[in-house]
């Protein structure tokens, strides 16, 4: 555990809290936390309990966000390519005049990465829905609600797979217009709702919203801190420690959500992770960011993969928003370079009164001025909703 990298593999570069950018003070605390985070038993005994092969939902309204009276909400399943049953909420419009020869055009969303589909990802999805769009949240495998063991994982081929298995479930519903369906990706599932636009031609229009590119950031540290293969090394062998002391132990440790408690002198970003994921504000029980996070050794895939290798291969409209101030901007900007050849170019400073984009094509680079990465979860003042309405509207005719 020499380098900061190192640190940030064992924790899966998970649920964004930044361990590998933060002080030393802080990731050691860090992994204090995650040692401290799931002893044995504990784990055990959680992967007993969540027999994951038949699914038990939520029968009450436990979301972060209060419940709209303009949609229709229920709980849905159903099953991706590798069999894994999947758990989503949704949202339809009360207002029947919305749909178009009797049909709505749909939306599925899925992010932040470690967050389930009561937090952001289920925000969106109603308000898409009071805009007109049957919408669906969907918990990705191995989280949430959703099936899928061991508990916890992560799979950039998987989760890839849940976003076009999201597509199969609209696709065949009686009042979804099957050549109408957008989808969402909020935060490290920005970057999954990329891949899966690259692969899945139904894909009529891609939103990622505050995005990472998990498969990045793991290879290469937070901001490219440690893209060299020294340090890659160094964390292939930690990864790989880690696999086989889970084998030995017959149980996967946890890394540890965001650190809890918070030091006074974290970064901004870290304060604001746990302002979400840590209070009231967005706290929730089955959260891998607000409890105990996922397996340490969860990273592994993501280590070796390029999530947006055919990106610039996407014929459909993409609109990637980000925060002026997110830590991870440099990501949606990175995306937006690959899919059109073209230099974002972001002002250093942009006129705080009007949002700043930059259109190649139909793809559009969208910075709100002032944000946060964090403000892109649930602030209703900084989300752009008028303008995701404005695009799926446009390009799901």
Avoid at 100 to 121: L, W
């Amino acid at each position: 555990m020499k380098s900061r990298f190192f640190k940030a593999a064992l924790a899966v570069v998970s649920a964004c809290t930044l361990m590998a950018c933060t002080p030393e003070k802080e990731n050691n605390a860090a992994q204090d936390a995650a040692k401290t985070a799931a002893p044995a038993t504990e784990a055990a005994q959680q992967t007993k309990d969540e027999n994951m092969n038949k699914l038990t939902l939520a029968a009450e309204w436990d979301k972060v966000f209060p419940k709209s009276d303009k949609v229709e909400h229920s709980k849905v399943t159903f099953k991706n390519h590798f069999g894994i049953e999947l758990a989503a909420d949704m949202f339809v419009p009360k207002d029947t005049s919305l749909k178009v020869n009797g049909k709505f055009p749909a939306i599925a969303v899925s992010g932040p990465f470690g967050a389930v589909k009561e937090q952001s990802s289920g925000l969106y999805a109603q308000q898409m829905a009071e805009r007109g769009f049957l919408t669906i949240a969907f918990d990705p495998s191995f989280t949430g609600e959703s099936g899928g063991e061991p508990r916890y994982m992560n799979s950039p081929d998987i989760n890839t797979e849940d976003f076009m298995a999201s597509v199969d479930f609209l696709s065949t519903r009686d009042n979804v217009d099957p050549e109408r369906i957008g989808i969402i990706g909020i935060c490290g599932w920005g970057g999954m709702a990329i891949n899966a636009a690259g692969i899945d031609t139904r894909v009529k229009a891609t939103v990622a919203s505050t995005m990472y590119d998990m498969s990045r950031v793991t290879a290469n540290g937070y901001f490219d801190s440690a893209n060299n293969a020294d340090a890659r090394n160094e964390a292939r062998k930690a990864l790989m420690a880690q696999r086989t002391k889970d084998f030995k132990n017959g149980m996967y440790d946890l890394a540890g959500g965001v650190i809890d408690p918070l030091p006074d002198d974290a970064p901004y970003f870290v304060k604001d992770y746990y302002a979400y994921y840590k209070t009231p504000r967005g706290y929730h029980k089955r959260s891998l960011n607000s409890n105990k996070g996922w397996a340490a050794s969860a990273g592994t895939s993501l280590m070796n993969t390029k999530l947006l290798a055919y990106a610039d291969e996407i014929r459909n409209p993409v609109l990637i928003i980000h925060g002026e101030k997110a830590h991870s901007r440099y990501f949606g900007e990175g995306a937006f370079e690959k899919m059109t050849g073209k230099k974002a170019n972001v002002p250093a400073k942009l006129d705080a009164t009007k949002n700043w984009s930059k259109t190649v094509g139909n793809k559009e680079l969208l910075v709100i001025p002032g944000a946060s990465h964090v403000d892109l979860y649930d602030n209703l003042e900084k989300i752009p909703f008028e303008k995701l309405n404005e695009f799926f509207k446009t390009n799901l005719k």
